[in-house]
């Protein structure tokens, strides 16, 4: 046995190899191009420590930011039909339901309802996932809603929602289209309740949820440089001929033409949610009178 060649050698090679750093240990900004650590960013919140970007969240990565020491209770969605119309294009509609389901978190659909302490008051929250086929909102999400909206109306808790979807499931047709109908009347039966229902408006949040639940909160909330709109504006440009104002369908933009109530930073998202609660919930008692008025 030559030492050199089989231990020497190795030896020598272990001492003098460059090592690989992993990708998963830094990310670029798509905003700045900035290099971000991945530790860092994800201390951050997702949010660009450069430029301030906000990159787009999974909800799992959301709620623990917003509860009390982030503390909170998932609930399942209801059981739905997985796949009502056998659907086929490129692949079966259940195909991609399961690769979906496979890469979620937490959640069988694009939508994920959980509860607890927020300011020392039990919240309900629904939060809708991008990463499930681009948040679309089928029959689970529908029913998700709904679920949200009754646990709201029992636990006399306040309703917010975090928007983020590219529209209806297609893939379900008029069964998906039908979910308009439903969550505007899961969320009036919250206002009838006289209980708050905040939306919280994230890119990107477009088509039938844009056009139903998202823009029927009693206070709009919206992340910086959200999309947000029905079609997108590229869609609107190539209809109208006509180039569009800078920042179109952005939140500032929005903000600015009375859509939108205020564009929060998502570090001032818990605070901002708390204080509002407090609002509408907490009556207000004018000393000089000794009556209760209410906020709404």
Known sequence: MNWLTNFVRPKLRALVARKETPETLWLKCPKCEQMLFMRDWE?????????????RQQPLKRLPHLFDEGRYELHPLPRVTADPLKFRDTKRYDARLKEAQSKAQGTT????????????RIAIVALLDFGFMGGSMGTAVGEGLVMAADLAVVRKAPLIVFSASGGARMQE????L???TRTTIA?????????????????????????????????????PDAIIGFAGPRVIQDTIRQELPAGFQRSEYLLEHGMVDAVVHRHELRETLIRLTSLFMDPVVPEDRGLAVAVR
Do not use: W
Request: charged share 15%; hydrophobic share 45%.
């Open 43 to 55: 201390a951050n919140q997702e949010v660009c420590s450069h430029c301030d970007h906000h990159m």
């Open 109 to 120: 659909d694009a939508l994920l309802v959980a509860s607890g302490p927020m300011g020392g």
């Open 173 to 176: 047709g008029i069964l998906s």
């Open 178 to 180: 039908m979910q308009l």
């Open 187 to 223: 969320v009036r039966k919250v206002k009838e309740a006289g209980l708050p229902y905040v939306v919280v408006l994230t890119d990107p949040t477009t088509g039938g949820v844009s056009a139903s639940f998202a823009m029927l909160g009693d206070v709009h909330i919206a992340e």
